[in-house]
């Protein structure tokens, strides 16, 4: 069974501080993996898409790498505005069907 | 563009009673999909589109309906709710099926089933 494990669930940081959110996935036949932010009573909203390992995207503040088993986010000097839940999701090609499965999401906090 | 248009926004439903979802999108998206997200759960797809006239069923898709009439909507249908269906519900669109991941959102519905 595909499985999507985000790390840690909740991260305080003082604005300024780096660091990364982890997904790690278990999977066969990776299509794709994607990262979106989460505001508060708002729906997803898509990031970056990584393909293959070794790959890495970046966005202002934000650069997403991957490996074959897992996917970082890394926010470098976040401001209190990255503040948000990030989501991440694999693409799997199961049964000839394009499947997406979601993990359950970092809530990162920056403090001003 | 509007993007993805969810109505409505807040909604309370009374155990046994029936409603609609409505969702639209202007970009000319193949693909679309509704979501339920839950505490502590990942976002489980319901019921997805590939093309107009063509649905089919996702993860979780008991006590719901979808049809695909245009390219442009694609509605849910509570046929008759329950307190398990409480949730927020997420309706998204995407080019093509294989690009389901780059996805538009729509803003959600929270739905509550007392």
Redesign the interface.
């Given at each position: 069974e595909d499985q999507?494990t985000q790390s840690p669930e909740a991260l305080r940081l003082q604005e300024g501080e780096s660091s990364s959110l982890n997904c790690s996935y278990t999977v066969s036949g990776l299509?794709?993996?994607?990262w979106y932010r989460q505001d508060p009573?708002?729906?997803?909203?898509?990031l970056f898409?990584l393909y293959s390992a070794g790959e890495e995207k970046e966005k202002e503040r934000l650069k997403a790498t991957l490996t074959k088993k897992e996917s970082f986010l890394h926010i470098t000097a976040p401001k209190p505005e990255d503040s948000a839940t990030y989501?991440c999701?694999v693409?799997v090609l199961n049964f000839g069907?394009?499947?997406?499965?979601?993990?359950?999401?970092t809530r990162l906090t920056i403090i001003p | 563009n509007a993007g993805v248009t969810q109505t409505p926004k807040f909604q309370v439903l009374k155990t046994g009673q029936s409603m609609t979802l409505q969702c639209a999108q202007d970009m000319n998206h193949e693909y679309m999909s509704w979501y339920r997200q839950d505490p502590g759960m990942g976002l489980r797809l319901i019921h997805y589109s590939v093309g107009a006239g063509i649905t089919d069923q996702g993860e979780v898709p008991n006590g719901y309906n979808v049809s695909r009439s245009t390219t442009e909507d694609f509605p849910l249908r509570l046929l008759s709710a329950a307190p398990s269906q409480t949730s927020v519900y997420f309706c998204a669109s995407s080019y093509f099926p294989t690009r389901q991941g780059e996805a538009f959102f729509g803003q959600g519905t929270r739905l509550t089933v007392v």
């Open positions: 999507v299509r794709g993996l994607f009573g708002k729906g997803p909203e898509f898409t989501l999701a693409q069907n394009e499947k997406l499965t979601f993990g359950t999401g | -």
